[in-house]
């Protein structure tokens, strides 16, 4: 099986149009992107996909080996994009999508013409001075339910994240999602997620990068945001108005009016 169809890709919108590349945070697949993407596809050519063991990805792909660290997922970014033979890339990443378009852009800068991270943490967990929003014992809390009560885990934790109680279809969705992903991949994949730490890693990206941050996030909360967005060398910052963790799912409106322009000015 090839690259794209590994990882279910799909291609739309403008032929000839410079590649946007959107990629999904954990637990979810490329169809959280359908409020946002199709805004693009008059001027660009769309790329949505699925991380092994996500969406219509194939499962029998995944490596724990491979996947044990962001780098796995980054090397996929990269494949995609010499399978489509894009460059001059823009690569839109939510929540850990982010720092994994960090690594395949550091890794290969001829690939990326700017990055657009939505909601973003190069680093979850506090470290001194430095506040990620959650501590070694949250994580460890967190694993252990995912571990002990998947079902329950992903019952309890999807209303969290999207912050939307007003829309509980939202969180409906989301819960959804993960009880979709296999339980191993997911736990796995999590893990990965929320004890990496890429804050050394910004450094090494020389594209220009939007950072989008929620003004109400317990998941990457501002400080997150701000770290990310200081420690780049071509960061431009926006706050969307907006609560939770899915900004592309809760305000998609808001969401494509940050990108909107950024994008254009490539």
């Not at 945070?25 to 693009?40: I, K, L, S």
């Not at 999508?97 to 967990?125: C, E, H, K, N």
């Not at 994580?139 to 571990?147: A, E, F, K, P, T």
């Not at 109400?216 to 108005?241: N, Q």
Request: aromatic share 8%; glycine share 8%; hydrophobic share 45%.
């Amino acid at each position: 099986m090839g690259t794209l169809e590994r990882h279910a890709v799909t291609v739309s919108g403008n032929p000839d149009g410079q590649t946007m590349v959107f990629a999904h945070g954990f637990g979810c697949d490329q169809h959280m992107w359908r409020e946002v993407a199709p805004a693009f596809q008059a001027d660009f050519q769309v790329v949505l996909f699925d991380y092994v063991g996500a969406g219509g990805s194939d499962v029998s792909a995944y490596d724990a080996s491979k996947y044990s660290t962001l780098d796995g997922y980054a090397d996929d970014v990269v494949a995609i994009c010499e399978a489509l033979g894009a460059s001059d890339v823009i690569f839109v990443g939510h929540s850990v999508s982010s720092m994994i378009g960090a690594l395949a852009a550091a890794r290969r800068p001829d690939l990326f013409a700017r990055l657009v991270m939505v909601a973003p943490s190069a680093r979850y967990i506090n470290d001194g001075a430095y506040v990620g929003g959650f501590t070694e014992a949250d994580i460890d809390d967190l694993l252990g339910s995912m571990d002990s009560n998947y079902l329950g885990w992903s019952r309890a934790m999807a209303p969290v994240i999207m912050a939307h109680p007003d829309e509980p279809a939202l969180a409906s969705e989301l819960e959804e999602s993960f009880c979709r992903t296999n339980p191993q991949i997911a736990r796995q994949f999590a893990k990965v997620t929320f004890t990496s730490d890429n804050r050394d890693d910004l450094a090494k990206v020389s594209v220009p990068t939007l950072v989008l941050q929620c003004s109400d996030d317990l998941i990457a909360p501002m400080s997150a945001g701000e770290y990310v967005r200081d420690h780049l060398a071509d960061a431009t910052y926006v706050v969307l108005d907006t609560t939770g963790h899915c900004p592309h799912l809760s305000a998609p409106a808001t969401t494509i009016a940050a990108i909107d322009p950024y994008v254009r000015a490539a």
